[in-house]
């Protein structure tokens, strides 16, 4: 039993009713065949297991007896907790899932006057058409992107933008990262492990609840914990551990992602050794095309975009303080921003004005 | 009575004054600035234009608008002949009404301007079409059956909107593909509200898609579709992306906290509605004293832009003279009225900051006009030791924007010329068959009305191609 059925993706509610699906539950293993007014969506084959295995959307699908297939784009099919202030969101992109690659991200507008963000595609699941976003919330645009419910969706997203990883075909690699970064990090090191090279992570956050994505690495490779406060692992920085991993050499090629001093600190260690070293870089974006240049940063001494030339840069390149000072540009309106969203917009008014 | 007029009686007219918000008010909203002619206005303007047989206006126009017949009848209280006569000429009258420099195109042909003022063409062209954007009915559904060809156009700005329609209207299946998350391109991102209301906008979008237009957001073809992908699903391609990558100075300090290219600057505000912030997500920092560098329209609504976020001064700094300023004669001048400073004849050499790494001032050469530069406007030459330092704490930097790669690097069989522009025959098609393209891609930043002429003209071309495609 393989017949095909159809599939609606829409991004007007009002198409949601009028759109339908499939005529009876046998057909779990059936391809879908997904139509849509948004051919982000159009053309891809999934599985209806796959989606099935989405419990948003097969709250979706029942209506009066009959299953509807119909889900809104970027619905999000699924959301997890991965640390305090760490969450994983599975969001519906068939086109996205089946063509990104490691090391690319997506821009997402929650709705109407919501902030564009840029956000790493850490995970996807072409079967079931979706990517996976791990989001830390660090301020109003991130805070509202977790607390979405699954069948809830994201009104906006675009991608996949930026370049892949430069991949290496064979030898060893060091997989570094810190906090959110293993995110960044853990689709890097899945696609050196498919093509054999030798992967190796350590990966490192503020205490043992941080510390996410270390069962996903552990299946690719050996993994090294660290934490500040040594609740869990090694007590201590990644590159303390990195160090001890460069001094034993064999390592070819090092990924580091994480927060901007973290990078530095990799980058400047890797140097002593000579070991090539990418690093993802994180500006401020709006568009994500190279049209507004406001994720320009400095690598080897000229301007570079982030969202078109990178996200990834050779770590030695990187002018890493120019970055963090630019990172600091709207500290400001950040605070407004979270005092508004908390009720109170006088704040924000007075500080914006003044 | 009108139409009755003589010669002499139409001379004696003058030329009517576009009623305005009043410029200390409206330096402090984002409302828009030209109020629109009345009724009474209109017709005593159109009365003015003496119906020349050779009608030197319409050859200054880049797409060719019959404009007296519409004026004509306008003045004979046709209104709705007159715009008829103007929609079939111009898809998007309302726009180019605000936004096209007549002064150097129909306005400076007419042959009133010698011996007084011109025919206010592009105010009369605006309150035509305003009222017919007020009194049109739903757009017609196509007179043509459809053909079942498929075309895709990359890009909703002017161009991509203008090829969209046409192709609609002649029975293809036409899918817009827009990067960003509303269709306008610069219309929507760059030309600010106090000059072209986005509403409009919208609601022109709003009748393409009723027009059966498809238009997806968020695709940038490139990346989530290639060209050859766009190729293979697609009878046609129209490539109207723009000249979107802006040009940085390339002198010290250009990446200090409160340096912004015009297109950030803009696209926080217009797109992001910045200017609403805490109420909308998106931040701008609202300057003091903001220094913008350069001379051109992008400059005026930049300009303009931070006196409206409550800059004390706003200036601009542009290295030649008043008379070089390539802006529309219309935005120097509200900008002169608003308060705008102008520091002419000063280049550039360094934005400095203070030890925060944030814009304390921009550092500058004061320049004279030397002997003319190929283009044939007078090069700007330094004079030695002239240096002055212009206290700012917002740069922003209007210096011009070049073809964006994105897409026609992941294409390397499309020809482009040196600068990166795409390289187009007499019928604007590529050097890839089925693969057309106009617009700022083409040309380099230039203007609305050319862009549009560029999609009228693929609209053509393409459906020629495709009927061709299919008698073969
Ligand atoms: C290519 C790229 C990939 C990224 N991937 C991830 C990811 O997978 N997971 C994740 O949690 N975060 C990721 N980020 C960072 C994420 O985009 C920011 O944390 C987010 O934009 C903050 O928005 P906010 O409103 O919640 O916080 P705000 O209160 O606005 O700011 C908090 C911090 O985020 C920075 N920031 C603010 N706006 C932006 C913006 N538009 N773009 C980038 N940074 C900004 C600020 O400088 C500040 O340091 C990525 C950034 C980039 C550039
Ligand atoms: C601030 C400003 C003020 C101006 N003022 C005037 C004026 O007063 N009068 C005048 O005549 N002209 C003016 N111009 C110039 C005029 O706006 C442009 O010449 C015109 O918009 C060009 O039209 P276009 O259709 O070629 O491209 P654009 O309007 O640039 O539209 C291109 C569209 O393509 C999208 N795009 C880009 N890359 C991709 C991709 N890879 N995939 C999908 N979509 C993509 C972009 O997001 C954009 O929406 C101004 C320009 C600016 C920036
Ligand atoms: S040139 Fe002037 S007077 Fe003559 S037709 Fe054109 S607008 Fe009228
Ligand atoms: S985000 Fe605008 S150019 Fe990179």
């Known amino acids: 039993m393989s017949e095909e059925i159809r599939m609606f993706f829409v991004h007007e509610k009002p198409f949601f009713n009028s759109l339908i699906g499939v005529e009876d539950r046998t057909l779990s293993r059936s391809t879908v065949r997904c139509c849509s007014n948004n051919s982000a969506g159009l053309e891809s084959l999934l599985t209806l297991e796959g989606l099935m295995r989405h419990r948003a959307i097969a709250t979706m699908l029942d209506r009066s007896g009959r299953i509807q297939l119909c889900a809104e784009m970027h619905a999000i099919l699924a959301r997890r907790q991965l640390s305090p202030n760490v969450t994983r969101l599975d969001v519906l992109a068939p086109r996205i899932a089946q063509i990104r690659q490691p090391g690319q991200f997506v821009i997402v507008r929650l709705q109407e006057n919501a902030e564009r963000i840029p956000l790493t595609i850490a995970d996807a699941d072409a079967n079931a058409g979706s990517i996976a976003l791990v989001i830390q919330s660090v301020g109003k645009s991130t805070r509202e992107l977790v607390a979405l419910k699954p069948g809830e969706s994201i009104s906006d997203l675009v991608g996949p933008l930026g370049h892949p990883t430069e991949m290496i075909e064979s030898g060893a690699a060091l997989c570094v990262g810190g906090g959110v970064g293993t995110a960044v990090v853990h689709p890097i090191a899945q696609a050196l492990a498919r093509r054999g090279v030798r992967v190796a992570s350590i990966i490192g956050g503020r205490s043992r609840e941080w510390v996410v994505f270390e069962e996903e690495l552990r299946r690719l490779g050996p993994v090294e914990v660290c934490t500040d406060d040594g609740s869990y692992g090694r007590k201590g920085f990644v590159t303390d551990a990195a160090r001890q991993t460069l001094d034993a050499g064999g390592i070819d090629i090092v990924y580091a992602v994480g927060p901007v001093p973290m990078m530095r600190a990799m980058a400047n260690l890797t140097r002593s050794f000579g070991v090539r070293t990418i690093v993802s870089l994180n500006p401020v974006m709006i568009d994500g095309t190279g049209m507004c240049g406001g994720c320009r940063v400095s690598v080897g001494n000229e301007t570079r975009f982030a969202c078109v030339d990178g996200p990834e840069f050779d770590g030695h390149q990187v002018n890493f303080d120019e970055l963090m000072d630019r990172l600091s540009m709207y500290r400001e309106f950040e605070q407004q921003s979270i005092a508004c969203a908390d009720g109170d917009c006088r704040l924000g008014q007075r500080a914006s004005s003044s | ?472």
């Not at chain 2, 009848?73 to 309302?94: E, H, R, V």
Request: glycine letters at 10%.
């Open chain 2, 1 to 472: 009575m009108p139409g009755k007029l003589t010669t002499q009686q139409r001379l004696r007219i003058r030329r009517q004054n576009m009623p305005e918000q009043d410029s200390a008010r409206r330096a402090a909203n984002f409302e828009e600035v030209n109020l629109g002619f009345s009724e009474q206005l209109a017709l005593l303007e159109a009365d003015r234009c003496l119906q020349c047989k050779n009608p030197r206006c319409v050859t200054g126009c880049p797409v060719g608008v019959n404009i007296p017949r519409f004026i004509d009848l306008l003045a004979k209280g046709k209104i709705s002949q007159a715009a008829q006569s103007l929609l079939c000429d111009n898809a998007l009258p309302s726009i180019t009404g605000r936004v096209c420099p007549q002064e150097t195109q129909c306005e400076v042909e007419c042959v009133r301007g010698a011996k007084s003022q011109p025919v206010a063409i592009g105010y009369l062209e605006r309150y035509v079409a305003d009222w017919a954007r007020a009194h049109r009915g739903p757009p017609a559904t196509t007179t043509t059956p459809p053909t079942g060809k498929r075309v895709a156009v990359v890009g909703s700005g002017p161009a991509g909107l203008t090829a969209a329609g046409d192709l609609a209207r002649r029975g293809h299946a036409v899918t817009v593909y827009e990067a960003l998350h509303k269709p306008g391109g610069v219309l929507v991102y760059g030309i600010p509200e106090f000059r072209l209301p986005k509403k409009i906008v919208a609601q022109e979008v709003r009748r393409l898609e009723e027009a059966g237009v498809k238009i997806e957001c968020n695709v940038v073809v490139g990346r989530t579709y290639t060209l050859p992908e766009l190729r293979e699903r697609f009878d046609a391609v129209f490539i109207a992306n723009g000249a979107g990558l802006p040009v940085f100075m390339r002198v010290p300090g250009e990446n200090l906290k409160g340096v912004y290219s015009a297109n950030e600057y803009l696209t926080r505000v217009n797109l992001m509605a910045a200017y609403q912030f805490p109420r909308t997500d998106t931040p701008i920092l609202r300057g003091q004293r903001v220094a913008v560098v350069g001379g051109g329209n992008v400059a005026m609504d930049s300009v303009r832009t931070a006196k409206r976020l409550g800059a004390e001064s706003a200036a601009i700094v542009y290295r030649r003279t008043r008379n070089e300023l390539p802006a529309r004669t219309e935005e120097v001048k509200h900008a002169e009225e608003e308060g705008v400073q102008f520091h002419f004849l000063a280049a550039p050499m360094e934005v400095v900051g203070n030890d925060k790494r944030w814009v304390s001032g921009l550092r500058c050469l004061r320049m004279k006009l030397g002997a003319p530069d190929p283009s044939g406007r007078a090069k700007p030459e330094p004079i030695p030791g002239s240096e002055f330092l212009l206290p700012c704490d917002v740069v922003v930097v209007a210096v011009g924007t070049r073809a964006n790669p994105l897409l026609t690097s992941t294409c390397p069989e499309l020809k482009l010329n040196r600068q990166g522009n795409v390289l187009v025959d007499d019928n604007g098609m590529t050097s890839l068959p089925g693969v057309f393209a106009g617009g700022d891609i083409v040309r380099g930043a230039a203007t609305v009305i050319l862009a549009m002429g560029d999609g009228k003209r693929a609209a053509r071309a393409i459906d020629d191609y495709l009927n061709k495609s299919t008698t073969i």
